[in-house]
């Protein structure tokens, strides 16, 4: 299971870094790019842009985020995580679907020629030891859950598939993971008759995308 570089967790205040801006490329939406330090993304309400300043010790300056397409953060140890903007869908009922016009930040942990498996949080943030920390935010106090989801290079959206849920057992979580990646896939007969038979599970999200990136020839594409 891939989940060595993502932590989730609702204690995020225990584990954060104190470190605000990161150094960073900012890639936006009329082709730009810029190199910096930059603060981590935020899907809250109340925050609608991204800080970003040339040098560690220079001068902020709000960016929206509607203007910035993705980012590309560094850590002190190495570690690079990338972070886009992209509207989404859910599935509904049997053929039934929603999509969400408003874009959010998702932490892209898998990107390749062929597909990008990302998670969608409500906030982000790097611990001391320069792993992502993603914030599920919650419902009342007691459960939270951070979707998962594929985007293809010719879709407008991301597609939910399914979602890690804390602080509560979510019934069917299985079952409608195999009916929406099987739903998903569904131009992919081979692809769709191991999802039908069990070979991945819902926490294999990571797996299922490289299965998909093998049947299409599709190359990995690093974070840069």
Do not use: C
Not at 5 to 28: D, E, G, H, M, N
Not at 78 to 90: H, K, V
Not at 190 to 217: C, H, P, W
């Amino acid at each position: 299971m891939k989940h060595l570089l993502t932590l989730l967790t609702f204690f995020i205040a225990l584990t954060a870094y104190s470190q605000t801006f990161y150094p960073a490329k900012v890639v936006f939406t009329n082709g730009k790019t810029t190199e910096g330090y930059a603060e981590l993304p935020k899907n809250t309400t109340l925050n609608s842009s991204v800080r970003i300043k040339a040098g560690q010790k220079g001068k902020a300056t709000n960016h929206k985020n509607d203007d910035i397409y993705q980012i590309v953060y560094t850590t002190k140890n190495g570690n690079q995580f990338l972070f886009e903007r992209s509207t989404f869908r859910e599935f509904r009922g049997d053929d039934g679907e929603k999509v969400y016009e408003k874009k959010l930040w998702m932490f892209v942990k898998y990107q390749t020629s062929s597909i990008k498996y990302l998670n969608k949080a409500l906030s982000y943030s790097i611990n001391k030891d320069g792993d992502m920390i993603l914030d599920a935010g919650s419902t009342g106090g007691t459960w939270a859950e951070i979707p998962l989801l594929f985007k293809r290079p010719n879709e407008d959206f991301a597609t939910i598939i399914t979602s890690m849920a804390f602080g509560a057992t979510v019934l069917g979580t299985e079952k409608r993971f195999k009916k929406f990646a099987r739903r998903y896939f569904n131009d992919e007969p081979t692809l769709v008759a191991r999802i039908e038979n069990g070979d991945f599970k819902s926490e294999q999200m990571y797996e299922l995308a490289q299965a998909y990136n093998t049947l299409k020839g599709g190359q990995e594409i690093k974070a840069e």
